[in-house]
């Protein structure tokens, strides 16, 4: 039942000619529903943006999911069948919050009530004759009080409603600035008509909202290190990478959402209980995506490489005097010569461009909600092989409690010559004496030790600066190129 | 440049053959990317390095120089390390930019990204990376040469399968019509992005994003204010940069006497210790760095008395660093009801 008690017929029209129309959040066959990924499904993760980043939380949209928005606690199921990037008003009334779907337009519920900038001041002018030296902080200024609130709210009078009726009953509103004005009214809109967007998970928005709630899960790790990590790596479709992910498996989601389906991400332990990559699960992964991710013990890794390389020793020593051959000729001999190993098991894999192509269009059809292959299976002996084999095409290591020169020393054979790896550590020191070790064993080119910078600006006429508050550190990333020392 | 399917690798395609970029890697701050060509050769402080002899080696090998006092490594092309070797035909962007962009627009394999202007092509090949094999990149530049210095690049590279280049002046007419919904990512590196915005509304499906990258604060506003009037949602704007550090030994004297009988000329003279340098200096090839010493021997002063010392390994930025390049604009396309 929607609620929309207006107090002033005229404020109304204005409001609604601004805001758009309403529309209730309505049921929607989920047969229907277009399945490339942008629409809200029954059972997916979402995150749940609350007031323009104040509360970010993650939630699988499951029966008799709910979150809890300031005291209200409003259902979720409502979201479903609507696309990833819609806004919602939460209206409370008596029965707890309901989400109400709003247009998500540029302006807001500020329009109308605060007095609007007509032009003639110039940006950098003064605001004529308004500012506080007359204002006293003494909490008369406001007469309704929070009883008549509190009794508005469980009526189901509207958000802009009960907005209104402060901005009316406020003895100082109106000798406010324009900018305090709406100062003011964005402070009763967050608390009275708090707008949540429904956002698809992705690298980048789990990345920051686990930065700014609960960075000890992922090591502290900032959203531009993340995106700088995965260009380092290489990553991109086909790669096989590597990962020490001891950030909750946000190293292993981020990977695989850049590999797309083509290629592996191995997510490898030392343990014998290898640590938690439950952070994929945020990702909505369809199941050619999660296939992709596998795990493995870093003592198999290295059994297999070991393994292999005493193999190609052997077959090296067979091989004669083609040194001082043609190279071209040589390298002619190798391809005919060499017979490539036919691995059964890879065959159906195979797949010309054509079929690629054609894979990528079916593979939204094969998504179904709630039924994915688990990511996270253990690797195959095949891909064991052929890691052991050809090596990995590059390595990313977050593990903020491991010392980084004793995992790296591990790791790095397990690499193809010319690999590039990332090594993420939220402290200095450490990365700085792995780098020397790095640099007198001289199996790495390319050594770089990078700390990003960033930070956020608020853009808005004649308010336009940089934001008071900032990240001071992000950690730092050792990279380079791996060459092997053969 | 791109990866290939396992089935499509094979021992060739993990050595050097003719045809193959290389990135000729010297020291890091200096690689140049050259074509290998049969009988070819590259000339360099080093020597001289005839392409026959890379033929058939591994990337990531190292070979000498002919009469020459060094050698180089041969590195497999990367768009990272294109971007640190590519010529410059315009002011390029930079990996801490390039990464951020391409994270902030969520580009994946199949992601379909238009780029403007393409410049000497430095981010349109990451962003090739990232929506390669089954995405695609249409990037425009309104300067016909540079237009086709770039594709030649992208031919060279490998990318052209994911690339497609075309000349258009995007302020002026907008991205072409048949693009118009399908659009996952948009990039503007424009004068002025704001002329482009109403194109990237009709380009752009619902929920894509756009990112607009500017030197200058007044373009940012500008820009802003007309993402505003057209309805886009979380409209961020951010500043990336990165500063590297020098890692090396350092002696740090562990000698403070202060007993009264030491108190004399000789002893509080001792000299500044002469830095023992973990970077070798341009002969003999790249950086043989850090010679594994004593971390906590002793040297000699000049008066002769061996002073104790440190060598802890130190971390310290760079002296010199960039101060900025643009700012990032980012902004999504509202969904609409």
């Known amino acids: 039942m929607r609620s929309s008690n207006c107090i002033t017929l005229g404020r109304c029209k204005t409001l609604r000619r601004i805001m758009g129309s309403e529309k209730e959040a309505e049921k929607v066959e989920t047969k229907n529903l277009p399945n490339n990924g942008t629409m809200i499904t029954p059972g997916c993760a979402v995150l749940l943006d609350i007031n323009n980043g104040d509360k970010m939380t993650f939630a699988h949209l499951n029966k008799n999911a709910s979150v809890k928005i300031g005291n209200t606690k409003c259902w979720l199921d409502a979201l479903v069948g609507h696309p990833f990037g819609s806004v919602f008003e939460v209206q409370s009334g008596a029965k707890g919050g309901s989400f109400v779907r709003v247009s998500p337009s540029g302006a807001d519920l500020r329009d109308g009530l605060g007095e609007k900038d007509d032009g003639e001041e110039a940006p950098g002018d003064e605001v004529k004759g308004k500012d506080n030296r007359s204002l006293i902080d003494n909490n008369t200024a406001q007469t309704l009080s929070a009883e008549d609130i509190s009794k508005m709210r469980t009526e189901g009078v509207s958000g802009r409603a009960i907005m209104e009726a402060l901005v009316a009953n406020s003895a100082t509103f109106h000798t406010k600035t324009a900018f305090s004005q709406e100062k003011y009214l964005r402070k009763k809109q967050k608390k009275y008509a708090p707008r949540v967007v429904v956002r698809r998970p992705s690298a980048r928005s789990v990345c920051e909202a686990y930065f700014a709630k609960d960075p000890n899960k992922t090591g502290h790790l900032r959203m531009d290190m993340l995106s700088l990590i995965l260009s380092l790596a290489n990553v991109g479709g086909y790669a096989e990478v590597l990962v020490l992910d001891m950030l909750g498996g946000l190293l292993t989601a981020s990977v695989a959402e850049r590999l797309g389906g083509y290629g592996f991400v191995c997510s490898t332990y030392h343990t014998s ?57 040589l390298n002619e001999a190798k391809a005919v010569s060499t017979s490539p190993i036919v691995d059964l098991e890879d065959t159906p894999r195979l797949e010309s461009e054509h079929t690629a192509k ?100 608020q853009v808005l006429p004649s308010r336009t600066h940089p934001n008071m508050q900032m990240s001071s550190t992000g950690g730092w990333a050792l990279s380079g190129i791996y060459i092997s020392k053969t | ?36 060509a049969k009988n070819g050769e590259l000339q360099n402080r080093f020597g001289v390095f005839p392409h026959n002899e890379w033929m058939g080696k591994e990337f990531g090998c190292q070979v000498k120089g002919r009469n020459g006092a060094g050698f180089v490594y041969l590195l497999a092309p990367t768009p990272e390390l294109w971007t640190l070797a590519l010529p ?32 000497s092509g430095s981010l349109t090949h990451s962003l090739a990376r990232a929506v390669a094999p089954t995405g695609h990149v ?66 752009l499906r619902p929920d894509g994003l756009v990112c607009s990258f500017s030197p200058c604060i007044e373009q940012v506003q500008r820009t802003c204010e007309v993402l505003s009037k057209h309805q886009f949602a979380d409209i961020r704007t951010f500043e990336v940069l990165l500063r590297s550090y020098e890692v090396r030994h350092e002696n740090l004297s562990t000698s403070f006497e202060c007993s009264e009988q030491t108190f004399s000329k000789e002893a509080t003279k001792s000299p500044p210790h002469k830095r023992q340098r973990g970077e070798v200096d341009e002969k003999g090839g790249p950086e043989s760095e850090g010679h594994a010493e004593d971390p906590n021997g002793g040297s000699k002063t000049a008066a002769g008395s061996i002073v104790k010392q440190s060598r802890p390994v130190i971390a310290r930025p760079y002296p010199e660093t960039k101060g900025h390049t643009g700012y990032l604009t980012f902004a999504r396309q509202a969904t609409c009801m």
């Open chain 2, 1 to 36: 440049m791109l990866a290939v399917p396992t089935e499509q690798r094979s021992e060739k395609s993990r050595v050097i053959c003719e045809g193959d970029v290389v990135v000729v890697y010297e020291r890091h701050d200096r690689m140049k990317a050259v074509t290998v």
């Open chain 2, 138 to 203: 249409h990037t425009f530049d309104f300067h016909e040469q540079r237009a086709n210095a770039a594709r030649e690049d992208f031919a060279r590279n490998g990318v052209s399968g994911v690339v497609t280049v075309k000349v258009r002046d995007i302020q002026g007419e907008g991205f072409p019509e048949e693009l118009a919904g399908c659009v996952d990512g948009v990039f503007l590196d424009l004068p002025q992005p704001w002329l482009a915005i109403p194109s990237v509304v009709r380009s």
């Open chain 1, 358 to 457: 054609r894979r990528a269009q079916s593979r939204s059809d094969d998504f179904e909600p709630g039924k994915s292959i688990k990511p996270g299976r253990l690797a195959s002996e095949e891909d064991m092989k052929r890691w052991g084999r050809e090596g990995f095409t590059s390595l990313i290591v977050g593990a903020p409690f491991l010392d980084p020169w004793t995992v790296v020393k591990k790791l790095l054979p397990l690499l193809a010559s010319s690999a590039p790896f990332v090594i993420y550590h939220p402290y200095l020191q450490p990365l700085a004496e792995c780098m020397n070790k790095l640099q007198s064993e001289r199996i790495a080119v390319a050594l770089q030790l990078q700390e990003p910078w960033l930070r956020e600006y």
């Open chain 2, 88 to 119: 410059h035909r315009t002011q390029i962007l930079y990996i801490a930019d390039i990464s951020f962009v391409v994270s902030f627009l969520e580009l994946r394999p199949g992601s379909v990204v238009l780029e403007s202007g393409t410049g």
């Open chain 1, 273 to 329: 209980k290898p640590q938690t990559i439950d952070m994929v699960r945020l990702f909505n992964f369809d199941a050619s995506t999660s296939s992709r991710v596998v795990r493995a013990p870093a003592s198999q890794l290295i059994a297999a490489r070991t393994a292999a390389s005493k193999f190609s020793t052997d077959s090296a020593l067979q091989e004669t005097d083609g040194e001082d051959c043609i190279p071209i000729i």
